[in-house]
């Protein structure tokens, strides 16, 4: 394919990727007066394709999800939302060389935020300096003071349901709406700190849900005038000027054509997702930089990140049956998925007597009358080994697509041993009974499509991977500074997660967007 040689309009900004940190992008650069063309690789979606009302998935109609073998392993997956997420057969990927990895993908405007329970948790000092206090890693090159503002306008515009904990390891937010624990969840805490008093159970902090095919803060950059935002566009590579040292534009395909164009801008704001924008780093060779653009220290695609998660389930014991005339009906929303949460515990693993790991973990619960479930998200330390590269085999489109070799390392095997443990102890306090899914003869054998064991996930389930173009203050140890711009090329910034150094134990998304607010602030 011959790129398309028609001239194109020239543009402040170039945004590659329109889910959760390319739709802030959008918010932001286009308040700031930029003209801002903005490329992502899926459908624009329409009302029809977010159904308000479904029953549950039956198992069976999970596992025979056409084209979505890996897809439909998702938490979060619907065989009547499948067009949510990728065709695995038309975008394959390779991780030969590490553990199983299920990359969970969304290719449509607005991305993965169709599918996102919302669960919006700040980082801390605590977080982003752990390096410092444990050797491990990298800390992120800026404090919590940096990033507050720009969790605050995020929370403003998008509106949060909490409530004020006053936790120093878990900073506060800016409710818009207060939030109190239904019966069943404010039970659970009761016997939770009965049984250790300085362990919190607090509601879900939640972004409001936004049921719209279009994501309101790409909605806002429309209403300017000053967005324009092409669908189908999936970026085959950064253009550069003759030496190689601003990025001038990118090529696209246009993947109802075939055909492939080039677009032209001054800056270039990458927000395609963590592995996505690594991919589409290293694809964008040039003679001053052979290894991909933000290689020249072979950093690119290092250190890639995800969560332990870990989950437990079951039934609840008479008095959780007694609150049921208590409890409002749900949902049936299938895409609301915060209303799913009724209790966050954050992080107590350095309160455990025989802790033998590093870092920590959260745990996310939904609870009943007659049911509950839990997820312990744990962070992973940054490996070098870690790591994404390019694969020979294409995509439908015709580009070389990602290879993903991550493992565990002993401390997530240690953590992992503490999640599970931490989860029993909590159920056990609260009088609920364990009783994972499947029948118990098939339950090992099924289980291994989502995890190494019963109750814990494979890589990339989180759904929350990050990492492999890290931010720091020495262009020696990151790929790009402390203002997302590539080292090497400055007029090109990573906002998505791949800039991530770490990740704490919380879910990533709101860390992203204000990183991205921040970038996109003090762009120059």
């Not at 439909?72 to 057969?89: G, T």
């Not at 052979?290 to 014991?317: K, Q, S």
Request: proline residues 7%; glycine residues 8%; hydrophobic residues 40%.
């Amino acid at each position: 394919m011959k790129p398309s040689e028609q001239v194109e309009r020239h543009h402040d900004a170039l945004i590659v990727g329109l889910g959760a940190a390319g739709c802030w992008a959008a918010h932001c650069l286009t308040a700031r007066g930029m003209d801002v063309l903005a490329l992502d690789a899926g459908k624009r979606l329409t009302p029809d394709d977010l159904p308000q009302d479904l029953p549950p998935a039956s198992l069976a109609s999970r596992a025979f999800a056409s084209h979505r073998r890996i897809q439909s392993r998702s938490v979060s997956f619907h065989p009547k939302l499948s067009h949510l997420y990728v065709d695995d057969r038309a975008n394959p990927y390779d991780t030969r060389g590490g553990d199983p990895f299920l990359w969970i993908r969304g290719r449509q405007v607005g991305g993965r935020l169709h599918t996102w329970a919302r669960m919006a948790l700040r980082l801390s000092d605590r977080d982003l300096h752990a390096a410092s206090a444990d050797g491990r890693g990298a800390d992120w090159p800026l404090d919590y003071a940096d990033l507050a503002p720009f969790y605050d306008e995020v929370e403003r515009f998008h509106g949060l349901r909490g409530h004020a904990d006053g936790l120093a390891h878990l900073p506060d937010g800016v409710a818009s709406e207060s939030a109190a624990l239904r019966p069943p969840a404010a039970l659970f805490r009761e016997s939770v700190t009965a049984r250790w008093p300085g362990r919190a159970v607090i509601a879900p902090r939640v972004l409001l849900h936004d049921h719209h095919p279009i994501p309101a803060p790409l909605r806002t950059a429309e209403a300017t005038g000053r967005l324009e935002f092409r669908a189908e566009a999936p970026a085959a590579r950064i253009l550069l000027d003759d030496r190689g040292e601003r990025a001038v534009g990118i090529e696209y395909v246009d993947l109802p054509s075939g055909e492939r164009h080039k677009v032209y801008a001054d800056r270039i704001v990458l927000c395609a997702s963590a592995i996505e924008t690594v991919r589409l780093l290293l694809a964008s060779e040039h003679p001053k930089h052979p290894a991909g653009l933000g290689n020249e220290h072979d950093l690119l695609g290092r250190y890639v990140l995800d969560h332990n998660f870990v989950v437990g389930a079951g039934t609840t014991g008479a008095p959780y049956h007694a609150l049921e005339a208590e409890c409002a009906p749900r949902t049936t929303d299938p895409l609301d998925l915060g209303a799913d949460i009724d209790f966050y515990v954050p992080d107590f693993s350095d309160d455990l007597p025989d802790k033998d790991f590093v870092r920590g973990f959260g745990i996310q619960g939904r609870i009943t009358p007659t049911s509950w479930g839990m997820g312990a998200f744990g962070e992973m330390l940054p490996q070098p080994d870690n790591r994404v590269t390019l694969s020979d085999r294409l995509d439908a489109a015709g580009l070389r697509t990602a290879r993903i070799q991550v493992h565990r390392g002993p401390n997530e095997q240690r953590m992992i041993v503490a999640q599970k443990a931490a989860i029993r102890a909590l159920a056990d306090a609260a009088d609920l009974k364990i009783r994972m899914p499947l029948p118990a003869l098939l339950r090992g054998l099924l289980w291994k499509a989502i995890g190494p064991e019963v109750g814990v996930m494979h890589l990339g389930v989180a759904i929350h991977e990050a990492g492999g173009a890290r931010m720091g203050s020495d262009p020696r140890h990151s790929v790009t500074d402390p203002h997302n711009r590539l080292w090497s090329v400055p007029n090109v910034l990573v906002t998505d997660g791949a800039c991530f150094p770490s990740t704490g134990c919380q879910n990533p998304t709101l860390t992203i967007m204000a990183v991205t607010g921040r970038a996109c602030a003090t762009m120059e």
